[in-house]
């Protein structure tokens, strides 16, 4: 039995044994030498999810999608600083989703900019404003269990990786640990989780690649009542590394995590906004 308590060493073991009848081979890591190199994640390696002073800051966006004539965000500004959970409510159809798809790079604004911006200790921008790279944003969308492709849990997380290194397995050990799935077999078949335990997962896939910036769509919708106070106290656990955004219906349950809040009014108009309980 795999588990991420095990992971490392068992990755080294099947590395090392040519011919181990080891499935995933990506684990081979051309001039990783001995297994000492593949050691469990440190602290600093954890930390290194988001370490300077800055803020996420949506300025003045208004989207368009090409080839229609409405804009479904209108002049959209908010600024969300690291590690702290925001939450976007709102009624259906206003734009939520559509925001997180432009933060997460997979549409881009028709104007206005989506940046990272440094500030000092006296409160000021400290440098130039940088460009939110997607690769520093990791997005789960909602219902991700309908995206799993793999046949177990361990494939599903490193699916689709490149050429491995040590790095790639000590972000995996990190998230597997952050998101808590490391009391279970990595050979497990991802569909036969519960309902959180598939959430856990699809974090778990994002954390992989250390974002700063998490966006999670709907994160409880279609769980039932444990799973969700499951997921609720990961999301506690998480937001002390890490950036959080939500679009969310389920306020009640996330109320004591968010720090800032916004309703997206229908017509995609942004307003900061206390959660309404
Ligand atoms: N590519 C597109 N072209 C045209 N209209 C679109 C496009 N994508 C989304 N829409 C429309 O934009 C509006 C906002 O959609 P969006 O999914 O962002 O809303 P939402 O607030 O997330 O809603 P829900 O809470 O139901 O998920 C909807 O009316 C949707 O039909």
Not at 69 to 85: A, D, I, M, T
Not at 134 to 142: A, K
Not at 168 to 181: D, F, K, P, R, T
């Amino acid at each position: 039995m795999k588990t991420a308590v095990g992971l490392v060493e068992y990755a080294t073991i099947c590395c090392g044994i040519p011919g181990a009848g080891f499935r995933h081979n990506r684990f081979h890591a051309d001039g990783m030498g001995s297994g000492a190199q593949w050691r469990v994640c440190s602290k600093a390696q954890a930390l290194r999810i988001s370490s300077d002073h800055s803020c996420f800051e949506v300025r003045r966006v208004n989207y368009r999608p090409p080839g229609t004539e409405n804009y479904l965000l209108n002049e959209v500004s908010f600024s969300l600083p690291e590690k702290s959970f925001g939450l976007i409510f709102g009624r259906s159809g206003g734009g939520k989703t559509t925001l997180l798809h432009l933060l997460a790079g997979l549409s881009k604004p028709t104007s206005g900019s989506i940046i990272i911006q440094r500030y000092g200790n006296d409160g000021n921008p400290c440098q130039l404003p940088e460009p939110l790279a997607p690769e520093r944003v990791g997005m789960v969308f909602q219902f991700p269990e309908r995206y799993f492709l793999a046949d177990t849990i361990i494939e599903e997380l490193t699916f689709g990786w490149p050429k491995q290194n040590a790095d790639h397995l000590l972000n995996l050990q990190y998230a597997i640990n952050a998101v808590g799935l490391n009391t279970i077999s990595l050979d497990d078949d991802p569909h036969s989780l519960s309902g959180g335990y598939k959430r856990r997962l699809a974090l778990a896939f994002q954390l992989v690649r250390m974002p700063k910036l998490l966006l999670l769509d709907e994160p409880l919708a279609g769980l039932d009542w444990k799973a969700r106070a499951d997921v609720v106290k990961l999301l506690k656990h998480l937001k002390k590394e890490l950036t959080i955004l939500v679009v969310s219906h389920d306020l009640k349950e996330l109320a004591s995590l968010v720090d800032r809040s916004w309703r997206m009014q229908m017509g995609g108009i942004l307003k900061e906004e206390a959660i309404p309980l």
